[in-house]
């Protein structure tokens, strides 16, 4: 299964790649996230540490159902071969109504077939009130008018 742009990539290719797996994230489906990534794709997320597709659809299962009205940006931040580095924003709410902004940078390290193999996620959330909330588009990816997160302040 081929996932372009594949490596090595150029800025434009790696633009594209962070921004196809920003809108994949938004739409919050599991069985269609998991494929971008290789059958024995390994992830370190905060503490957690996941290999392969049955433990990253699981981890996305929970997470989604944890973190309501989920809405993320992601930014290139670095790259070079087969490897992209992004930080990111996304804000959710949890069951009690409190809403987060949680930050975070990932490495990425892709096949030659442009799946993820590796993805290292490194997170903090702060709680923040509705009010304080700039992810505002209907759910699903970010349109594309929409700012980044540079243009936020973030």
Excluded: C
Aim: net charge negative.
């Amino acid at each position: 299964m081929s996932r372009p742009p594949l490596p090595p990539f150029t800025l434009e290719t790696a633009i594209q790649k962070v921004r196809m797996a920003e809108n994949a994230w938004n739409s919050r489906d599991a069985d269609m996230v998991t494929l971008a990534y290789t059958d024995d794709s390994q992830w370190r997320n905060r503490s957690e540490f996941l290999d392969g597709h049955e433990a990253i659809h699981a981890f996305l299962t929970r997470k989604w159902n944890k973190e309501l009205n989920y809405r993320l940006i992601k930014e290139l931040w670095a790259f070079s071969g087969n490897r992209i580095a992004v930080r990111y924003a996304y804000e959710w709410r949890d069951e009690s109504g409190q809403w987060f902004r949680s930050y975070g940078n990932e490495n990425w390290e892709f096949a030659d077939d442009g799946r993820m193999a590796k993805r290292h996620a490194s997170l903090n959330d702060l709680p923040i009130s509705e009010a304080k909330r700039l992810f505002h588009w209907p759910q699903g990816p970010r349109p594309d008018d929409h700012p980044g997160l540079s243009d936020l302040g973030l």
